[in-house]
């Protein structure tokens, strides 16, 4: 099935008689009929649904869905898309080991991999993703597991030149995780240049319309577990009675290892409930995602040319220096959200999006309402203006989210909310 199709009928296949929408499995428990059975799925050694921190039939349809867009072996759905990431870094790295990001990245992200997983031992080397081989080659030690990017950074909008890292990775005998939250399978499905691993915050596109917080994590089933790095998966793991990953799962190694030990323990999993939102949400993500570029593409195009605007940060748009990764590795639109600075600096950006009427100012992105947010006013109020830009965010800097309302309407608020700032 193309991606359009999958979006609809992935993951879920009723038989005669059954329920055509994805059912709601609202049940914490499964019951069985001999301990036998119910000892078999402690070991891992048989499928099946017992405990709902685990494994939910709704969770799972899900998870099969997305495995299917991004073309993976196996999916798992998170409580958010911090979980995602705190997940799959504990699943590959443990105290003692070392990983590779770009600094290129969602500030939660940040704040996770250099504050809270430093805090656990797990140390990091950001690296500038414009830097040369040779330059990204320096961060890598004996003891690094994984390095990760983003397709479309958030809030950056920098475009990963994903087959390069994931050159880079493997050079070094590790996976390639990439964050593609902006771009989601619509607009770009990492592991055809090389990713290992995707993960997402479903809680911005896939969801859609800014009501089920989620994340989900996808295994490409490529990466070889036993080239020598990672003992924990080659090894027999005490805690499933000497379960060797990688002999028992093969292809799905990591992801079962993800589920069995970090779900298990850390009780990240997606609810039946928010599973169901996040099904609903993607049915429409192909049309929805077509609209949001076709949308930011004119308002990036405006913005450019409005005299109160210094500049516009869109890879879309032939001016950006990511313009050529953007065509690609997002040919179809570079999704729906632009950052834009105010020549007025930071007064003109409060002023800007105090005047808007329909735009609302929300602390979220990429959903069908087109919002903004004005760090230096909100998220970063904090800093001077010089600390602003050392954080590579200017005082004027607005970060839109174009949504799905008619064009001419998002047109005319901004041009109105400019003409007063
Ligand atoms: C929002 C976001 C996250 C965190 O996701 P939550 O669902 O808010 O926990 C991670 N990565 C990116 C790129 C994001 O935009």
């Given amino acids: ?142 003891n690094t597991k994984l390095v990760l990017g983003e397709t479309l950074a958030n809030p950056a909008l920098t475009v990963l030149d994903i087959e390069r890292f994931a050159k880079l990775a493997h050079r070094h005998n590790v996976p390639l995780v990439v964050d593609n939250t902006f771009a989601t399978p619509f607009l770009c499905r990492p592991f055809e240049y090389g990713a290992d691993i995707v993960v997402h915050s479903t809680t911005k596109y896939m969801d859609g319309h800014a009501i089920q917080l989620g994340g989900v994590i996808v295994d490409s089933g490529n990466f070889d577990w036993t080239c020598g790095n990672f003992p924990e998966f080659t090894e027999p793991d005490e805690s499933y009675h000497g379960t060797i990953y990688t002999k028992a799962f093969g292809r799905q190694a990591f992801i079962v290892k993800a589920r069995a030990q970090v779900i298990r323990d850390f009780g990240c999993l997606q609810t039946a409930q928010g599973a169901f ?49 953007a065509q690609k590795y997002l040919p179809r639109g570079t999704a729906g959200v632009i950052s834009f600075t105010l020549k007025g600096g930071r007064d003109a950006g409060a002023r800007f999006i105090d005047a808007l009427k329909m735009i609302m100012l929300e602390v979220h992105v990429a959903d069908i309402r087109t919002c903004v947010l004005h760090p230096a006013s909100s998220t970063h109020r904090q800093l001077s203006d010089s600390q602003l830009v050392e954080c590579g965010i200017e005082p004027g800097m607005v970060r839109l989210s174009v949504g799905l309302e008619n064009v001419q309407d998002i047109l005319d608020d901004l041009a109105q909310a400019l003409d007063r700032a």
């Fill in 277 to 325: 939102y996040l099904d609903l949400g993607l049915q429409s993500l192909p049309v929805r995602m077509a609209a949001h570029c076709r949308n930011a593409e004119q308002v990036a195009a405006f913005l450019e040319g409005h005299e109160k605007v210094a500049h516009v940060l869109y890879p879309g748009l032939p001016s950006s220096p990511d313009h050529a990764l």
């Fill in 1 to 142: 099935m193309k991606i359009e199709s999958q979006c609809i009928h992935g993951g879920y296949t009723p038989s005669n008689g059954e329920p055509s929408a994805l059912p709601i499995y609202q049940s914490t428990t499964f019951r069985y009929t001999s301990t036998d059975e119910v000892a078999k799925l402690f070991d891992l050694e048989a499928a099946g649904f017992f405990y709902s921190r685990l494994a939910n039939p709704t969770v799972d349809a899900v998870e099969r869905k997305i495995a299917a867009l991004e073309g993976g072996v196996a999916a798992l759905a998170t409580s958010s898309g911090q979980a995602a990431v705190f997940t799959t870094v504990v699943t590959i790295a443990k105290a003692g080991d070392h990983i590779v990001a770009s600094s290129s990245i969602y500030g939660g992200t940040f704040n996770l991999l250099g504050t809270s997983l430093k805090r656990l031992g797990i140390d990091i080397t950001f690296v500038n993703q414009k830097d040369s081989d040779e330059e990204l080659d320096k961060a890598f030690r004996p």
